[in-house]
C-alpha cells in the first residue's frame, strides 16, 4: 500500500494561538481514516492546514511523496486535495448543473486523479439528477452535501477532506450519506473524514484517530475504538 497523506509532528493555529500540537496522522491508498475528538478539539484545524488554509508552524504534510506543506489551497487542488467543508460551499444562487459543471472547469491536473464525468457523478447521486435545474440554495441538507462532494469528485478529487459531512442532517439522510461515503471510496479515493459523531467513524473508517486539545491521543481500528470504553469515555464523551 503507499502512501497518500502524511503529516508529521505538525504544529499549527491561528495567529498566537496553537491549536495543533505535534500532530501526525497518515492515509494510505485506498483507506477511509476518521479523526475523531470533541468539539474544538482541533478537527477542522487538521483539515485547513492539509489543504493549505492554514501554514504549519512546525512539522511537515507530504502528499504522495512531496512536501506540500507551504502550498495554498490552490496547489493542493491541482494536487487532488479536495476540502468539502462543513459548511458545504456550493453555490446557492447557480443550478445543480451549473455547480458540477464550474466543479469540471477548476479541476485538478494531478495525475492520480481520478476522472468522474458530470454525467457519472449524476448517476451516482439520483437526487441532484432529479434536480439538476434547481438552484443550490433550493436543496435540503443532505442533498448539498452530496452536491458538495459531488463536486469534489467532479474536480477529479484523489483525496476528500470530509468535515463533519453529517452535522445536522436527519437521522435517515445521515445513513445515505455514509453510503455515498463508501461508494466515493469504492473508485479508489482516499477520505479523510472528520466527525463529532464516533459512530459515523466506526461505520466507514479503516482506521480511527482520536484528537483532544490538539494532539493525536489514540489511533486503532474501528473494532479497537469500539471496545475500548475507556478512550470513549474520556476523550470523546461516550461509552
Ligand atoms: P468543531 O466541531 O467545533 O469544528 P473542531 O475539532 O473542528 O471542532 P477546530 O474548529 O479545529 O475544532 O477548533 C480548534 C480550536 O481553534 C478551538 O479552540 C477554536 O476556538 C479555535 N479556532 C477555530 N477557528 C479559529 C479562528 N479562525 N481563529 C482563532 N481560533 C480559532
Redesign the pocket.
Known amino acids: 500500500m503507499s502512501q497518500v497523506l502524511s503529516v508529521d509532528g505538525v504544529d499549527a493555529?491561528?495567529?498566537e494561538?496553537q491549536?495543533l500540537r505535534d500532530l501526525s496522522l497518515s492515509v494510505e491508498e485506498g483507506e477511509v481514516v476518521s479523526l475523531v475528538?470533541?468539539?474544538?478539539?482541533?478537527?477542522?484545524?487538521?483539515?485547513?492546514t492539509i489543504n493549505g488554509i492554514l501554514t504549519p508552524t512546525a512539522g511537515t504534510v507530504t502528499y504522495r511523496g512531496e512536501d506540500i506543506s507551504a502550498f495554498d489551497p490552490t496547489e493542493t487542488a491541482k494536487r487532488g486535495i479536495s476540502l468539502v467543508p462543513?459548511e458545504r460551499q456550493i453555490f446557492p444562487e447557480l443550478s445543480v448543473m451549473e455547480n458540477l459543471r464550474l466543479a469540471e472547469f477548476g479541476g485538478t491536473e494531478s495525475e492520480s486523479a481520478h476522472s468522474v464525468s458530470v454525467q457519472e457523478a449524476l448517476d451516482m447521486f439520483e437526487n441532484l439528477a432529479e434536480r439538476t435545474g434547481n438552484p443550490g440554495s433550493s436543496l435540503s441538507g443532505g442533498e448539498q452535501q452530496m452536491l458538495a462532494i459531488a463536486r469534489a469528485l467532479v474536480a477529479g478529487a484523489d483525496l476528500i477532506l470530509l468535515?463533519?459531512p453529517t452535522?445536522g442532517l436527519a437521522p435517515y439522510i445521515v445513513q445515505d450519506v455514509m453510503d455515498i461515503v463508501e461508494e466515493v471510496n469504492e473508485r479508489g479515493i482516499s477520505v479523510l473524514l472528520?466527525e463529532?459523531n464516533v459512530h459515523v467513524g466506526l461505520e466507514l473508517a479503516d482506521r480511527n484517530y482520536v484528537?483532544d486539545q490538539?494532539r493525536i491521543v489514540w489511533e486503532g481500528t474501528s473494532e479497537e475504538l469500539e471496545s475500548n470504553r475507556q478512550i470513549l469515555d474520556r476523550h470523546l464523551g461516550v461509552s
Open positions: 493555529g491561528y495567529g494561538t491549536v475528538g470533541r468539539n474544538g478539539a482541533g478537527k477542522t484545524t487538521t483539515l485547513r462543513e468535515d463533519e452535522e472528520v463529532q484528537i490538539g
